[in-house]
């Protein structure tokens, strides 16, 4: 109901500006509707003057609009009755006898002046401000939509909070781009008052001397004087309006109102008042100029100075006495502590030689690939990497650095800033001096060079990295093994209400009548543990809802998933058009190991004597030495019952050991066996 009073108000205010270009009003009404557009025309002024932002007055441009026709409506009617009776009412007439000082030159002189200001002053900079803005405004709206891209991508702010933002930029946008154009309607307004107040002058003349039988002075003088007095009610809340537009396009803070802003700009350092006290006090005392106004003047100021000065330097102890009151006190209070039970998911700290690499105004790029890795695994395994918070710690080795995982250090590694790392592949034709280390992400053998030596290493065939680089690379490799366990149960709840936007069906079918989000989470866990991408998580929802009502075991479901995947396994492990070199499981293991399994509620566990494990670990190694000899990767296939039963047993000793079942391989996949695991 209020909106809808509002739009009626809005409505009448425009219709009734048409209808006085139309009818001709009575001299009283003139008055009251021009006390109530000069009324407008001060709340709107001061509504600029104390927004603290610039979008409190989101509406101005359109205010601009209505303001000015309902004025110029006004003038119309004015004008009206000034060549029609010669009355336009006793506001007008004021306005021109007594601001005027009834007096035709004085009152003209004042006008013009008027004129001068808002034509030559406030409009024309106005204007030229409003253009200046609106373009780069416009300029700069790529970088602040990269800006806020980058921080929704580091984890800064939400999703909620970037659509806030740039609805933001973009009203912004839109505001200083109306506002370029409404300045043209002051400009305008002001131009048809002064042509307004001529036709007047000329017309009243012309209507004195026929109509009302006055000579061609009188005519003038009576004539001028209300015209003149219809142009100052009409310019002076024109004047008001123009100051309010060059207010907003000016206003540059966005955190205080513009008073407490120009205040404390102008009077807030005393040695400024000190001087300029005494530079007034010496004029009045040296020259001519009068010392009864300059000398007081000149003291006051002074005065304000040395109590500034002071009343600084005493806030100036008293923010000095609080700041150690405080940490006193938070020392002292008994849940700070509590700060300190926040553990990151994951931490990258380096010593003091390495900042250079994460210091933007350096010329470093590591917090840009930081967030390429959380775009990166997102693409890759279809998990939302955790916020990677990088920090200095001077009690490392200037060029070391440090990967936590929930606190927990679990990797490390040492960059030379100035140099290059370089690794032979293998065919390397001649080798490079260099200092000896180790690549940190695979612990391969390589050596340092300078900047200088660098073209001539990728010349003999070296794989050569930056710094930055190598960091990235180890930071890729250490969240991507640990990714598992950085997936939550909220990241798991948020990965639903993605899909559940074109899925509703199927996640109320699953969540939670079939599977709880802990569950769910177990599963997903499992993919990413042995690296499987759950990007596809409609395929895997599907395949737990056609399952979950039969089994709720978190492995077994895991093994339907991983078979519904069976594509993107083959894609990953198994290259097309080619036959790749495998090992299989003796059946008889596989025998042993379906024996030896228990069922219980927390789920199935092997129960293989130690000689059987020790055995059939051994007969895997032995196995997975020779793919590894050949060049190939560790692949073992084994049957779908048995796959998850193995890959538990050799998880602990093979860490790169890939186990696939044969339901997992597309059918036009080319394998060759060359051994087969067995302890007989």
């Given at each position: 109901m209020k909106a809808r009073k509002t739009d009626i108000g809005v409505g009448l205010y425009l219709l009734s500006a048409i209808i006085f270009l139309i009818i001709t009003l009575p001299s009283e009404l003139l008055d009251v509707l021009i006390a109530i557009n000069i009324a407008i025309a001060l709340v709107i002024v001061f509504n600029a003057l104390f927004a603290k932002e610039v979008m409190d007055m989101s509406a101005f441009p359109t205010i601009l609009l209505l303001t000015t026709l309902f004025r110029i409506s006004l003038n119309v009617s004015s004008t009206k009755l000034i060549l029609g009776t010669g009355d336009p009412g006793k506001v007008v007439r004021v306005f021109g006898e007594f601001v005027g000082g009834n007096d035709l030159i004085i009152g003209t002189i004042i006008f013009i002046i008027l004129l001068i200001v808002q034509f030559m002053v406030i409009n024309k900079g106005s204007e030229r401000v409003a253009e200046v803005t609106a373009r780069f405004t416009l300029d700069a709206m790529p970088g602040k939509q990269m800006a806020i891209d980058a921080d929704l991508n580091t984890g800064a702010i939400n999703d909620a909070q970037a659509k806030i933002r740039r609805e933001k930029l973009q009203e912004e946008s839109a505001f200083f781009g109306s506002m370029d154009g409404a300045v043209k309607y002051v400009k305008g307004d002001a131009t048809a008052g002064l042509i307004i107040t001529a036709v007047n002058i000329v017309g009243g003349i012309i209507m004195g001397v026929t109509k009302q039988g006055l000579s061609i002075t009188d005519a003038l003088q009576e004539y001028t004087i209300i015209t003149i007095g219809d142009g100052l009610v009409s310019q002076i809340p024109s004047l008001l309006i123009s100051l309010a537009t060059g207010i907003l396009v000016t206003k540059a803070s966005k955190e205080a109102e513009i008073g407490d802003v120009i205040f404390g700009q102008l009077f807030s350092t005393g040695k400024v008042l000190l001087v300029s006290g005494v530079t007034l006090a010496f004029l009045g005392i040296v020259t001519p100029l009068p010392g009864i106004v300059f000398i007081p003047l000149g003291g006051i100021l002074v005065i304000l100075g040395l109590r500034m000065k002071e009343s600084k330097e005493t806030d100036a102890i008293e923010a000095e006495t609080q700041a150690a009151e405080m940490e006193a006190d938070e020392i002292r209070r008994p849940e700070n502590v509590n700060s300190l039970l926040q553990v990151d998911p994951i931490e990258l700290e380096f010593g003091y030689g390495i900042i250079p690499l994460a210091d933007v105004n350096q010329g470093g790029d590591l917090i840009d690939r930081v967030v390429m890795i959380r775009r990166q695994i997102a693409l890759e395994l279809g998990a939302v990497v955790p916020i990677i918070r990088l920090r200095d710690n001077i009690q490392l080795n200037p060029n070391q650095y440090i990967i936590k995982i929930k606190g927990i250090q679990v990797s490390e590694g040492e960059v030379l800033f100035d140099h290059y790392?370089?690794?032979?592949?293998?065919?390397?034709?001649?080798?490079?001096?260099?200092?000896?280390?180790?690549?940190?992400?695979?612990?391969?053998?390589?050596?340092?060079?300078?900047?200088?030596?660098?073209?001539?290493?990728?010349?003999?065939?070296?794989?050569?990295?930056?710094?930055?680089?190598?960091?990235?690379?180890?930071?890729?490799?250490?969240?991507?093994?640990?990714?598992?366990?950085?997936?939550?149960?909220?990241?798991?709840?948020?990965?639903?209400?993605?899909?559940?936007?074109?899925?509703?069906?199927?996640?109320?079918?699953?969540?939670?009548?079939?599977?709880?989000?802990?569950?769910?989470?177990?599963?997903?866990?499992?993919?990413?543990?042995?690296?499987?991408?759950?990007?596809?998580?409609?395929?895997?929802?599907?395949?737990?809802?056609?399952?979950?009502?039969?089994?709720?075991?978190?492995?077994?479901?895991?093994?339907?998933?991983?078979?519904?995947?069976?594509?993107?396994?083959?894609?990953?492990?198994?290259?097309?058009?080619?036959?790749?070199?495998?090992?299989?499981?003796?059946?008889?293991?596989?025998?042993?190991?379906?024996?030896?399994?228990?069922?219980?509620?927390?789920?199935?566990?092997?129960?293989?004597?130690?000689?059987?494990?020790?055995?059939?670990?051994?007969?895997?190694?032995?196995?997975?030495?020779?793919?590894?000899?050949?060049?190939?990767?560790?692949?073992?296939?084994?049957?779908?019952?048995?796959?998850?039963?193995?890959?538990?047993?050799?998880?602990?000793?093979?860490?790169?050991?890939?186990?696939?079942?044969?339901?997992?391989?597309?059918?036009?996949?080319?394998?060759?066996?060359?051994?087969?695991?067995?302890?007989?």
């Open positions: 790392m370089a690794m032979n592949p293998g065919f390397v034709t001649e080798e490079i001096t260099g200092i000896p280390t180790f690549e940190p992400s695979f612990h391969l053998p390589a050596i340092w060079i300078t900047e200088n030596q660098r073209e001539r290493a990728e010349t003999l065939g070296y794989t050569v990295v930056d710094p930055p680089s190598i960091i990235a690379t180890h930071l890729t490799e250490i969240v991507r093994n640990h990714i598992s366990e950085l997936l939550t149960r909220q990241d798991v709840q948020n990965l639903i209400n993605n899909i559940k936007d074109n899925n509703q069906t199927l996640v109320d079918e699953l969540v939670p009548k079939l599977l709880n989000v802990g569950e769910i989470q177990k599963v997903l866990q499992n993919l990413l543990s042995e690296g499987i991408s759950i990007r596809d998580l409609l395929t895997i929802f599907e395949t737990l809802a056609d399952h979950a009502s039969v089994t709720r075991d978190t492995d077994v479901l895991t093994e339907y998933a991983r078979q519904s995947l069976k594509r993107a396994i083959s894609n990953k492990y198994f290259p097309a058009n080619e036959t790749t070199s495998v090992v299989t499981l003796d059946p008889k293991i596989e025998q042993d190991i379906m024996a030896s399994v228990k069922q219980t509620e927390q789920g199935a566990y092997l129960t293989l004597s130690p000689e059987k494990s020790e055995k059939i670990i051994k007969a895997t190694g032995e196995e997975v030495d020779k793919l590894e000899k050949l060049g190939k990767a560790p692949i073992i296939i084994t049957s779908p019952i048995v796959r998850m039963y193995f890959k538990k047993l050799t998880q602990d000793y093979f860490r790169d050991l890939i186990v696939v079942s044969y339901n997992e391989v597309e059918t036009n996949i080319e394998l060759q066996s060359v051994g087969m695991v067995s302890v007989e």
